[in-house]
């Protein structure tokens, strides 16, 4: 296809020079029809090489079940929806094909969905060399995200994740828990002042989602944003990108960027990452500087002799700042934006989706918020202070088993895509052909009733160790697996900890009064949000 634009565009060149020549013998009127003649040559071939590919892709991947389609060309084109009743037609094809099939987006896309342990597991295993992000599910964030360890492939890829992999370290890791901390602090005294106003009601997506904003700002540029408070233009064009990548995913059109960038949308979408990209570019080259002139900062608080030592303590830029590679090379400012930027996207809206589901099943389940709540209590009784430390997160293991429970019943990502340089042969002798899709289904996976009996129940218990010890290592992926798995997991699990803990702790949280309909985006959210009722409670007495 690309050989196709490329000759296209340089035969549009030649006619248009060939126009200057002989435009004082030629009409207009022939030159265009000259035009429109190569225009519709060209374009004819690239519809039969379509078809062609989409030939070729339908005979080998005849050894996964299809599902009934609308027909040949346009096969499950509209079939695969961001709703309610999309999620249950995927708990019906996980029932009805139990491991993967294969799905075709019209001509253009031809994929194998795949919702099986046995069957991701060579997949998300594969090696990082032979694994590539496909342009249909990614390509739309590299106006915004730039070549990010998200986004790169090959070389590229595995030079970021070295250089990336120390800022994600147990050590640094420690010094966000006090930020995690300050952020839940704010948020519930908000949540205080709304209660005693009356206003109990609320809806946890919109007060958790500008609460892990906040922890990110802090972590990745040590900023006080306040936007817990008041918004900011940076926290807007956060949003509108989001929203904007959603919108452009379910527009068929607006897949070819020579159309997007033209509409409305396309120009919001830039005028939006120019904000962000200001934001982060500033910010990048005032910390550089400042690193030049005032040294290192400590990666880590000193706590010797039992008094602790404060010192200005590193963040995200600064660790990406003073990361080599072998040869010595550090990142460009280029590069460290791009991760920057992919961090704040990464981690803000997947981990404020966790949450919000986790207290949302625990409302449901009062006998399990009570059992949460009695853990958090005694791990702070006799304590001066209700901050949790790094240490204490490994004491919270019934809570911590609440949690990977609504990760699985309610996976903030639904699926992650791979396209990969190689056959990949899955069980049954089946083969994945180069270049095609591969959908692997978190959501499918984790509701597999092969896998997880009554897999629409919640049930911690299934997280137990005893109850863990003989399920497949990829049955339970809420943060993908493999060479690229999600690096900033352990930095999600430990504000999943702090915040739950933190608000169970202060909080009785029961069931909205609404009819709960998910709604699957970039991340798991709830059509009008997900509402709660809170309720304050007294904080036990030593």
């Given at each position: ?12 060149d030649g006619?248009?020079?060939?126009g200057?020549?002989l435009?004082p013998?030629?009409?207009?009127f022939?030159?265009?029809q000259l035009s ?5 040559l060209l374009?004819?071939?690239?519809v039969v090489?379509l078809?062609w ?7 080998r991947l005849?050894?996964f079940?299809?599902p ?7 096969g499950h084109l509209?079939e695969m929806?961001?709703t309610?009743e999309?999620l ?8 009805t094909?139990?491991h ?8 253009f ?5 795949l919702?099986?342990p046995d ?5 998300l295993?594969?090696p990082?060399?032979i694994t590539?992000?496909d342009e ?5 964030l590299?106006p915004w995200?730039?070549q990010s ?10 030079r970021r994740r ?5 800022a994600?370290h ?8 006090k930020?995690f901390n300050?952020s839940s602090?704010v948020?519930h ?8 106003e009356?206003?109990s009601?609320q ?9 892990t904003?906040?922890?990110l700002l802090?972590c990745?540029f040590?900023y ?8 900011s233009e940076y926290?807007?064009?956060i949003f ?5 990548v959603?919108?452009?995913r379910?527009?068929?059109?607006h ?12 120009q919001r ?5 120019s904000?962000v990209?200001?934001?982060?570019r500033?910010?990048?080259q005032?910390?550089?500087?400042q690193l030049?002139?005032?040294?290192e ?17 590193a963040d995200f830029?600064?660790?990406?700042l003073l990361?080599k590679?072998?040869?010595?090379h550090?990142l ?7 991760e ?8 803000h809206?997947t ?6 589901w986790?207290?949302?099943n625990?409302?449901q389940h ?5 059992r949460?709540?009695a ?9 001066k202070?209700?901050d949790l430390n790094?240490e204490?997160?490994?004491?919270l293991?019934?809570t ?5 429970e ?10 992650v895509t791979r396209r990969y ?5 899955v069980p ?8 095609s899709i591969c959908?692997v289904?978190?959501?499918g996976?984790?509701?597999?009733p092969e896998?997880?009996p ?5 049930n911690?218990?299934?997280f ?11 049955a339970f992926?809420p943060f ?12 999600a ?9 933190l ?11 609404v ?10 959210r709830?059509e009008?949000?997900?509402w709660l009722?809170?309720e304050?409670l007294d904080?036990?007495?030593d």
């Open positions: 296809m690309a050989v196709i634009d490329a000759v296209l565009d340089r035969l549009l006619l248009l020079g060939l200057r020549l435009s013998l030629c009409s207009l022939v030159l265009l429109a003649l190569v225009v519709l374009l004819s071939l690239r090489c078809l590919s989409h030939a070729q892709f339908t005979r005849r050894c079940s299809k009934p389609t609308q027909n040949w060309l346009m509209g929806r961001s309610e999309g249950q037609a995927v708990d019906q094809l996980v029932r094909y139990s993967s099939c294969s799905w075709f987006l019209g001509p896309y031809s994929l194998v969905r919702f099986h069957y991701i597991k060579p997949l295993l594969a990082a060399s590539v992000k249909l599910f990614y390509g739309f590299r995200l730039g360890l998200l986004l790169s492939n090959g070389e590229d890829w595995s070295r250089l990336l992999t120390p994600f147990f050590d640094i890791l420690k010094n966000y828990v930020i300050h602090d948020m005294s908000k949540w205080r002042r709304l209660v005693a009356g206003e009601h809806d946890m997506f919109s007060h958790i989602s500008l609460m904003l906040d922890s802090r990745t040590s006080n944003s306040n936007c817990q408070e008041s918004s926290i807007a064009a509108e990108l989001s929203t904007l959603i919108e452009r379910g527009r068929i059109l897949h070819w960027d020579w159309l997007y960038w033209k509409s409305p949308e396309g979408f830039k005028q939006a990452c904000v990209h200001r934001f982060t500033t910010v990048v005032e910390r550089r500087a030049l002139h005032q040294g900062p400590e990666s880590h608080t000193d706590n010797t002799g039992g008094e602790e030592k404060r010192k200005r303590v830029i600064d660790l990406l990361s590679d072998e040869e010595g550090g460009t400012d280029e590069e460290i934006k791009a920057a930027d992919t961090f704040m996207f990464g981690g809206d981990t404020a989706s966790g949450i919000s986790v207290l949302y625990l409302s009062q006998d399990y918020q009570d949460c709540r853990e958090v209590n005694d791990l702070l009784q006799d304590r202070t209700e790094w204490d997160l490994s004491s293991p019934f911590t088993m609440c949690i990977k609504s990760l699985r019943l309610h996976s903030p990502v639904s699926a340089t190689k056959d990949i042969t049954g002798g089946r083969v994945i052909p180069q270049g959908l289904s978190i959501y996976t984790h509701h597999n896998i997880w009554d897999p629409d129940v919640y911690p218990m299934r137990d160790p005893e109850n863990s010890k003989d399920r497949s290592s990829h992926i993908s697996s493999g060479p690229r798995n999600c690096i900033g997991q352990k930095f699990m430990a504000e999943l900890r702090v915040v739950v803990a608000t169970l702790r202060r909080f009785r949280l029961t069931p909205g009064g009819e709960v309909r998910r709604l699957p985006q970039l991340v798991l709830a009008g949000g997900l009722t809170l304050t904080t036990p007495q």
